[in-house]
């Protein structure tokens, strides 16, 4: 079966402006490249950032127009709404070979605990590419673990860099931090639990050991919390030893003799060593855990394979199925072996193979990029032998390729370059942390952007006035 291709005609407003807002500041710094990122301060802070996280950050922040911003913001909300109506229709559905295509995938879904669950708790960074000027969904990364938020420590300065910029004078920036609104949302949620007597007390667990860094982060997020609306009572506190972490038989976390009413384990592979022990407090109403069961299952890949389902789209609204054609590439479990395509029942291999660069395969569960296949990245003989492999492999997933719309950007050094971005919105709760980007240049070998292979992260700002030259 050959898919039709489909002429694109024009762009929409939200790439137009994109794309000639970032010209417009490319313009800018190519014209002072004598004068770029000499600020030793920004240097100073820019080299600690890459060494630290082991990241290369671009020089610059991106600009996004408010309108722009907005967009995104309304996009996020209706994300967020269909994922908790998703799982709770899960539940509802008996079909004999809907639950054996995603197997295990349901097995986790079913943990999921929607009467505990409420979109406050929602925590997750959602990453998404423009498409021909079409926002297209790529993953949202749930829980704790997200990366990106490492920026905030350094928006500042990079801000900074930008205003020194000759000519950015009619600039007017704002920045969305991050690391304030994720530990707002922890505070609000942290006034909803349910048990007794509440410390207010905040423990992030980030890996290594306790040195001047941790030390930094602790006081900037302990100054954060205190000046929270919803700040009551307790104190934040890194951890850096899971075995420090202790619970009652009631399932009350402690940290080192205090009682702990939020946990925030930054550090993805240390979750698992006590993770029932936090599931377990966090379904009492004891713990405010953003790695609960159901965030788990957002951050699943295979999530947005329900989007697609038929039988999800028949007890969903009608606009939420057309939001979901417009936003979410078809994906599709590679579990069953017949796939429905375009109205039209086909093999999944010879779909596969006869529509090569027009699909990508993914692990549901990976991480940093890993366990992608590209299709117009690989030779014929490679992927007609890596869809034998996976097909019937119901971790794994296709997804249709979206092309990303290409941008200019500062990089690391300082020089703009033609670029691919994946854009990243932060969501906690209903609140909107901010953003940033990762890119590669647009003449890359390969197309998977992730800063564990290469790609720069830059800061994403909203600008409240359009530039002038």
């Given at each position: 079966?050959?898919i ?34 000499q600020n030793s301060?920004?240097?100073?802070s ?27 913001l ?10 908790y ?6 539940s ?24 505990k ?10 990453d998404?590419?423009l ?11 749930s829980g704790s673990?997200?990366?990106g ?17 000759p000519?950015t ?30 410390t ?11 040195d ?5 982060i ?9 000046a ?6 307790g104190d934040i ?14 399932n009350?976390?402690f ?11 930054a ?10 022990a ?15 069961y159901?965030n788990?299952c957002?951050?699943n890949?295979l999530?947005?394979?329900?989007f697609?389902?038929?039988?999800i789209h028949?007890?969903l ?6 939001w979901?054609h ?13 796939a ?7 093999s999944?291999?010879t779909?596969?193979?006869e529509?090569?660069?027009r699909?990508v395969?993914?692990k549901g569960?990976?991480?940093?990029g890993n ?11 490679n ?20 092309s ?7 990089m ?7 670029c ?15 953003m940033?980007?990762?890119?590669i ?9 992730n800063?564990?292979?290469?790609a ?5 700002c ?8």
């Amino acid at each position: 079966m050959k898919i039709t291709e489909n002429a694109v005609n024009s762009k929409s407003q939200l790439t137009d402006r994109l794309s000639l807002h970032k010209a417009m500041l490319a313009n800018i710094i190519q014209h002072h490249q004598s004068s770029l990122f000499q600020n030793s301060e920004v240097l100073t802070s820019k080299s600690d950032a890459e060494n630290t996280f082991g990241f290369k950050v671009g020089c610059y922040p991106i600009l996004m127009e408010s309108s722009e911003i907005n967009e995104v913001l309304v996009f996020n909300d209706i994300l967020t709404s269909i994922c908790y109506k998703v799982i709770a229709i899960i539940s509802e559905i008996t079909d004999s070979e809907f639950r054996q295509k995603y197997g295990m995938f349901l097995t986790e879904l079913t943990k999921c605990h929607c009467d505990k669950f409420s979109v406050e708790d929602f925590m997750g960074r959602v990453d998404f590419i423009l498409s021909d000027g079409q926002i297209k969904l790529l993953e949202i990364n749930s829980g704790s673990s997200i990366g990106g938020w490492e920026l905030d420590f350094i928006h500042s300065t990079l801000i900074q860099a930008l205003n020194n910029l000759p000519n950015t004078r009619n600039i007017v920036l704002r920045y969305h931090p991050t690391l304030k609104v994720l530990v707002e949302c922890i505070a609000s949620r942290i006034k909803q639990l349910s048990k007794s007597q509440k410390t207010g007390n905040i423990v992030f667990h980030i890996a290594g050991s306790k040195d001047n860094f941790s030390n930094f982060i602790e006081h900037h997020l302990r100054e954060i919390y205190q000046a929270c609306s919803d700040y009551v009572s307790g104190d934040i506190y890194i951890c850096n030893n899971p075995d420090e972490l202790t619970f009652t038989k009631d399932n009350i976390l402690f940290f080192k003799e205090k009682s702990v009413d939020a946990i925030i384990m930054a550090d993805y592979y240390s979750q698992s060593k006590k993770e029932q022990a936090f599931q377990d407090a966090y379904l009492a109403g004891n713990l405010v855990y953003p790695d609960n069961y159901t965030n788990e299952c957002f951050g699943n890949k295979l999530f947005l394979a329900l989007f697609c389902e038929p039988l999800i789209h028949e007890r969903l609204e009608t606009s939420e199925v057309e939001w979901i054609h417009r936003y979410v590439p078809w994906t599709m479990s590679l579990k069953n072996p017949i796939a429905r395509y375009q109205k039209t029942t086909v093999s999944l291999k010879t779909l596969l193979v006869e529509n090569q660069t027009r699909f990508v395969l993914k692990k549901g569960v990976s991480l940093k990029g890993n366990d992608v296949y590209i299709g117009n990245e690989m030779s014929v003989q490679n992927w007609s032998r890596k869809v034998n492999e996976l097909v019937g492999n119901g971790e794994w997933l296709m997804q249709e390729y979206c092309s990303a719309d290409v941008i200019e950007a500062a990089m690391s050094c300082g020089q703009v370059k033609s670029c691919i971005p994946v854009w990243a919105s932060f969501n906690f709760g209903t609140r909107f942390g901010g953003m940033f980007a990762r890119s590669i240049p647009a003449q890359s070998e390969s197309y998977i952007v992730n800063a564990a292979q290469g790609a720069i992260l830059n800061l994403v700002c909203e600008s409240k006035k359009r530039i002038s030259i």
